[in-house]
């Protein structure tokens, strides 16, 4: 793969979710933008796929839901959550140019928003890191240094967006400040099985367990058990797989019935490690998805914050001033770490059934203000003047 040789406006480190969001929403606006992606166009990322209203709203809104459906990933009507006696299913409410929800691969979704990154006139070039930071007057950052086989080149612009998740290259070389980090971490183990009968998401929970089922691409289900890192550490790493099926068996013998009579592919696990959130932005550099924020995929709540983030962040380098900046930190914030709280207090896997049902309505909750702030900022944007919600203030309603 060749490095490009010329200035760019912007260039993003990753090119998944956040970065190749960013990048399209940036070139979209006519901002001369770079993505440079260590890994192969179309590759796989761990994922469970399960996409809450958040993300599927911003999908929908930027023109790409329909390519989504259209790559076969079923629509998603209803999420049921299984509380060791007691079940509660949710209906999903369709809305206009949205059906419901969606789960797709990531070989799909990352596929996808590289291709609109591109369509909308940004270069994306892939097998390529970005392997340090280039300085300018007074420390700022003014560009990357990329290397592609034997060739690194040094690449000048204005801003470069760390978009290269959890362990950020960039993060660690602009010395970002932790400002928040999380004690509590889950580990997760999943694999493919054929779609089961029972429709849409499937959350099960027992006591320090949970399991679930989300129906995705190629007629198949992303079938998970999570636990307790220590859990994993001392006992489900040893086994993947009859660990996997004994997880299952107690909190949805229905479920592992079906994986027992279908077959489930090859095991992936994630050990899990506890959430932070990170500056947001510095002179010259920004962070954007789980380079910046990250919670425990829990929740299901990663790919709608890199969306949500994605589009602040093009938004504060339009406005180009070091009130946008800290304006996106804010904006980010907001949501940031109401999410984060709610998501560890499930992660921690101390609750009651009672207490675990407070903490996904108070979720709930956090994910309705979202979905009501996004539609104030697409309000906004058509030309609609709107008041701002704050996530801490619907969530403590
Ligand atoms: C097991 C698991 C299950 C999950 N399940 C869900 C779920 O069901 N729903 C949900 O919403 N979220 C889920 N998430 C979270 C979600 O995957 C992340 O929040 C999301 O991928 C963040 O997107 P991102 O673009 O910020 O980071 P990433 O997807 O991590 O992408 C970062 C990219 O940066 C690239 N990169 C890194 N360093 C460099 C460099 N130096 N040069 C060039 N490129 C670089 C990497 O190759 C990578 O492709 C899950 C996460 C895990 C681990």
């Given amino acids: ?32 933008t770079l993505v440079l992606e260590r890994q192969a166009y179309g590759s796989d990322a761990l994922s469970t796929h399960a996409l809450m209203r958040p993300a599927v709203m911003q999908l929908a809104r930027w023109g790409l ?22 079940t509660v299913p949710v209906a999903i409410r369709p809305e206009p140019g949205m059906p419901g929800l969606v789960a797709p691969r990531r070989t799909v979704l990352d596929r996808l928003l590289v291709d609109a990154a591109r369509g909308s006139g940004a270069d994306v070039v892939h097998d390529t890191p970005v392997v340090d930071l280039l300085r300018g007057h007074r420390d700022r950052v003014c560009g990357v240094v990329a290397r592609s086989g034997n060739e690194t080149r040094n690449l000048r612009a204005g801003q470069v967006i760390g978009a290269d998740g959890i362990g950020s290259m960039v993060a660690r070389t602009v010395q970002a400040r932790l400002l928040h980090e999380g004690s509590v971490s889950a580990s997760v183990i999943f694999g493919y099985a054929p779609v089961p009968a029972a429709d849409g998401y499937h959350w099960h929970f027992g006591a320090g367990l949970s399991a679930g089922s989300i129906p995705t691409n190629g007629g198949e289900a992303c079938i998970f058990v999570a636990a307790r890192q220590a859990y994993y550490d001392s006992v489900l790493r040893f086994d993947r797989a009859n660990c996997h099926n004994d997880v299952l068996r107690r909190l949805a013998p229905e479920l592992a019935d079906h994986v027992d009579a279908r077959g489930i592919g090859p095991l992936k696990a994630y050990r899990g490690r506890p959430g932070f959130i990170r500056q947001a932005a510095g002179p010259g550099w920004m962070l954007v998805g789980d380079a910046g924020f990250f919670r425990d995929p829990i929740t299901s709540h990663g790919i709608s914050d890199a969306l949500r983030d994605a589009e602040l962040a093009s938004q504060a380098v339009l406005g180009e001033s070091r009130r946008e ?73």
């Fill in 325 to 397: 900046m800290d304006a996106y930190q804010e904006a980010r914030d907001a949501f940031a770490y109401p999410v984060l709280h709610a998501t560890d207090a499930i992660c921690r896997f101390d609750w009651t059934p009672d207490e675990l049902k407070e903490h996904h309505r108070r979720l709930s909750q956090l994910i309705k203000a979202e979905v009501a702030e996004l539609s104030r900022r697409a309000a906004m944007a058509a030309g609609t003047p709107t008041r701002p919600v704050r996530a801490d203030s619907i969530a403590a309603a």
């Fill in 1 to 32: 793969m060749t490095i490009p040789s010329s200035d760019y406006d912007v260039i993003v480190v990753g090119g998944r979710c956040a970065g190749a969001a960013t990048a399209m929403l940036l070139a979209r606006a006519g901002v001369k």
């Fill in 65 to 86: 839901l329909d390519a989504i459906l259209a790559s076969g990933a079923p629509v998603v009507t209803s999420t049921t959550f299984h509380y060791e006696d007691e």
